[in-house]
Every structure is written in structure tokens, then in C-alpha cells.
């Protein structure tokens, strides 16, 4: 009986995640296309999409998808990250998506809005958000982060390659 789960997790269950995020990423790639002609924006696809922001360099999902776009004067970059390994689950895999938004450097801090968090830290905002990116939910929830920016005292937008 342990050999045969031993064989399941070592040999059976890694194919079938690589075949659920091929999967996946077939499902999710011209949804986010079509996004990324409606904002005027790129996507990049796996192996080339990543995070901004240096801790989201270092979280443990791997960046699939990568959508840039500007609203207003703000650079957005979505990511759909996943982590093929997922613990104390049952799923082959789970996803969160991260919304980056390029501003000035400001001391690191925390706000709270009414759906989400936002984190200020090494000169981008960043919100993380669990399961895959909603297309059609997007661009609200990065309106929503924008119109916030656009308040705050002392936060103002830069282009992402800027050396801070």
C-alpha cells in the first residue's frame, strides 16, 4: 500500500499537474489577449511573464502570464502565478494573481480597501489575489487601486525600468 502511493505522488501526480496548467494556460492565454489588445497592452506568456516587485519575485507560485498596461499616468502589470506544488490540498494546483501598479519610492505601509489590501514597498503597490484572473473583473479592481494612488499624498507614478 505505501509503495503504491509512493508511486502515485512521485510519478502520477507530477504528469498530471503538468497537464492541468498546460490546460490551463490554454484556457487562460486568449482571454487575457483579447484583454491585453482591449487596453492596449502585452502579454507575456510562460517563461518570460514575472512580478515586479521583489517579493513577489521571491514568492513560491511560478509567474505564468503577465499582462502590462497603463491607466493614466500608471503602469500596471497582472500576473497570474501557480503553484504546481500546492500543500495540505487536495488540488493539483492552486493560482493567485498579483496586481502591480510603478510609483515612486514611498515608506513601506499597509491600506486597507474594502476588497483587497494594498502593499507599498520598494517603489510598486501590490495586491495578491487568490484563484486565477477574472478578466472581466480586472479592470475594476485596478481602477479601483489607481483612483486610490491617486488620493494619497506623496504617492506618484513612474515607469516600472526607472532606477529607483
Avoid at 14 to 29: C, D, F, H, I, M
Avoid at 51 to 76: C, I, N, Y
Avoid at 125 to 132: E, F, Y
Wanted: aromatic share 8%; charged share 25%.
Amino acid at each position: 500500500m505505501i509503495a503504491i502511493a509512493v508511486v502515485f505522488y512521485t510519478t502520477l501526480r507530477p504528469r498530471w499537474r503538468a497537464r492541468e496548467r498546460s490546460k490551463v494556460l490554454a484556457e487562460q492565454t486568449p482571454a487575457l489577449a483579447e484583454l491585453a489588445e482591449s487596453l492596449g497592452g502585452s502579454l507575456s506568456g510562460e517563461g518570460q511573464a514575472s512580478a515586479w516587485s521583489p517579493r513577489l519575485q521571491r514568492s513560491k507560485s511560478e509567474a505564468e502570464l503577465s499582462l502590462d498596461f497603463e491607466r493614466g499616468p500608471w503602469h500596471v502589470r497582472l500576473t497570474e502565478a501557480c503553484n504546481p506544488r500546492p500543500v495540505l490540498t487536495d488540488a493539483l494546483l492552486t493560482y493567485e494573481h498579483w496586481i502591480e501598479v510603478a510609483t515612486v519610492p514611498v515608506p513601506p505601509r499597509k491600506v486597507r480597501l474594502e476588497f483587497f489590501t494594498l502593499s507599498l514597498e520598494d517603489g510598486f503597490v501590490h495586491v495578491v489575489c487568490q484563484d486565477r484572473v477574472q478578466p472581466d473583473e480586472i479592470v475594476f479592481l485596478v481602477d479601483m487601486i489607481v483612483e486610490t494612488l491617486d488620493v494619497m499624498p506623496d504617492v506618484e507614478p513612474r515607469h516600472p525600468s526607472a532606477t529607483i
